[in-house]
Nanobody, 121 residues
Framework: QVSLVESGGGSVQSGGSLRLSCVAS????????MAWFRQTPGSQREGVVE???????GYHDSVRGRFTILRDDAKNTLYLQMNDLKPADTASYYC???????????????WGQGTRVTVSS
């Protein structure tokens, strides 16, 4: 089972940018559907973006045009470039992997530990 470790979270002002990284070990990234989810206290984990093994991507409406998912299979690393951040983006962000689909938390096989993103107005 692949293990995932995220990094890159932090605090920024509205309009700023952050880049999250997720390093995979114990498995080959290219074999997995990979995704980023986020969660705020008291809320369910929601999908932000997913990238399947064929190169297809799917973005949540709230982040389309601002966030970009990048896969570097050679480095076994997944990235999330977040631009024009808004206070509503404040959450803990989780890297996720699935051997099947990965647009729902129920389908996820492996989770990272999460990294916190805080956007102030």
């Amino acid at each position: 089972q692949v293990s995932l470790v995220e990094s890159g979270g932090g605090s920024v002002q509205s309009g700023g940018s952050l880049r999250l990284s997720c390093v995979a070990s114990g498995g080959t990234l290219s074999s997995y559907c990979m995704a980023w989810f986020r969660q705020t206290p008291g809320s369910q984990r929601e999908g932000v973006v997913e990238a399947d093994t064929t190169g297809g991507t799917g973005y949540h409406d709230s982040v389309r045009g601002r966030f970009t998912i990048l896969r570097d299979d050679a480095k076994n690393t997944l990235y999330l470039q977040m631009n024009d951040l808004k206070p509503a983006d404040t959450a803990s962000y989780y890297c996720a992997a699935s051997l099947l689909d990965c647009d729902s938390p129920d389908e996820i096989r492996s989770w990272g530990q999460g990294t916190r993103v805080t956007v102030s107005s």
